[in-house]
């Protein structure tokens, strides 16, 4: 339905484009009256509404939502705009600033390309209003993401700088979901947002705490409808890490990088999350001077200079989000043999990520959870572990 509506939309409205001359004035004069119209039979005013709370955040900070009376909710989301949520069938208020952008719900024919967000979806049992995909099945790692667009009940629309516009428009689409990678491809914002569609550029990835990552659930639950199972889902994950968070810090090192294939060492900055999940966990990450810019938070060094600063970690993790997993300690020694000097390689302490870590955002606790009992357990081999795997 949604979608013959937008075509009949585009006919209609290039069928008046064509009609010529002395139609002109009798189809603005109609317009005008039917805004008149549509005005007179609306009472509600930005103006008149009212605040009545505000949603309360334990760590995120890149966003806030305010609640107005019936049901609307206003979203500001940091450097990126500001956005009203209507309920379903109720009236857009007048006089609305100008930067306002409407959301009107339900939003289910969403086009997401910030894959980190799919995972929210999943967690709040929304993969179904994600209509259209910026990430085609072959690099979703989040199945049922992989499963609906092998079903068809997803479409891949292109990625961020060459979205299938035609295809978005005919299927209605009535949110697009954007990382801030957009801001590389401005142009691609402009025209969506020409063609009526809004576009929300999310920041979950600019949240110096992991669990402010995670709670970017409560935004997406506004957005759904779901605001309930988001809080609920959210305060799991935080009951599931108080123990852990209780715990005295057991001052072991921990180094977490990759290398590239021209033998460059990556490694993520002090103040980036994965640094902060490392202490949270109980370690401490071997980097302490590689400073906190969230804008990037990851950096390069010559293996030089890593392994004059690392070789004494009590533990190395490899990151196979970049080139794949590895198996044996053997792979890893591949790539440098000055590795094979490492404290952690002679004492067995080198561990991988798999490569679903980076996409499953709500596995953050879980990972935080392997660190823990990465940093704690005697017995390393007997230790099953959700995203990290031990190196034979």
């Not at 033998?263 to 002090?270: A, E, Q």
């Not at 790539?335 to 390689?345: Q, T």
Request: some cysteine; proline content about 2%.
């Amino acid at each position: 339905m949604r979608k013959e509506r937008c075509i009949w939309l585009l006919f209609t409205a290039a069928l008046l484009l064509w009609i010529p001359g002395c139609g002109g004035q009798n189809r603005a004069d109609a317009q005008a009256k039917t805004s008149q119209e549509i005005h007179e039979s609306q009472s509600l005013e930005w103006s008149d509404m009212e605040l009545d709370h505000s949603m309360e955040l334990s760590y995120a900070k890149q966003f806030s939502v305010d609640y107005y009376q019936e049901g609307y909710a206003l979203l500001t989301i940091t450097d990126t705009g500001r956005f009203l949520v209507v309920p379903e069938g109720g009236e857009v208020p007048l006089g609305l600033p100008e930067d306002l952008v409407v959301l009107q719900q339900p939003l289910d024919h969403i086009y997401l390309v910030a894959t980190s967000a799919m995972d929210l979806f999943r967690e709040l049992s929304a993969v179904d209003a994600v209509r259209l995909s910026g990430t085609d099945a072959s690099g979703w790692y989040i199945e049922e993401a992989k499963r609906a667009l092998e079903e068809g009940d997803m479409i891949y629309a292109g990625k961020y700088n060459a979205p299938d516009y035609e295809l978005i428009l005919a299927e209605g689409c009535d949110l697009a979901v954007e990382s801030t990678m957009i801001y590389h491809s401005p142009e691609v914002k402009e025209q969506l947002e020409a063609f009526g569609i809004p576009v929300l550029v999310e920041r979950s990835s600019y949240e110096s705490h992991p669990l402010g990552r995670v709670e970017w659930l409560k935004l997406y639950g506004v957005l759904l409808g779901k605001e309930k199972q988001a809080q609920e889902s959210f305060q799991a994950l935080e009951d599931s890490l108080a123990e852990v968070f209780s715990k005295e810090n057991t001052e072991k090192t921990v180094a977490f990088f990759h290398i590239n294939s021209n033998g460059i060492v990556n490694v993520r900055k002090s103040g980036d999350y994965v640094a902060k999940m490392i202490e949270l966990a109980g370690g401490k990450y071997i980097f302490q001077d590689l400073g906190d810019d969230n804008a990037l938070s990851t950096m390069n060094m010559e293996m030089e200079s890593f392994y004059a600063q690392a070789k004494d970690a009590d533990y190395i993790i490899y990151n196979s989000a970049i080139d794949g997993e590895l198996k044996t300690i053997e792979e890893l020694l591949a790539k440098s043999s000055l590795l094979g000097d490492f404290k952690a390689v002679k004492e067995g302490n080198v561990w991988c990520t798999q490569k679903n870590v980076f996409q499953e955002s709500t596995g953050i606790g879980d990972l935080i959870l392997d660190i823990h009992k990465m940093v704690n357990e005697k017995d390393q081999g007997a230790t099953k572990l959700t995203y990290l795997n031990k190196l034979q």
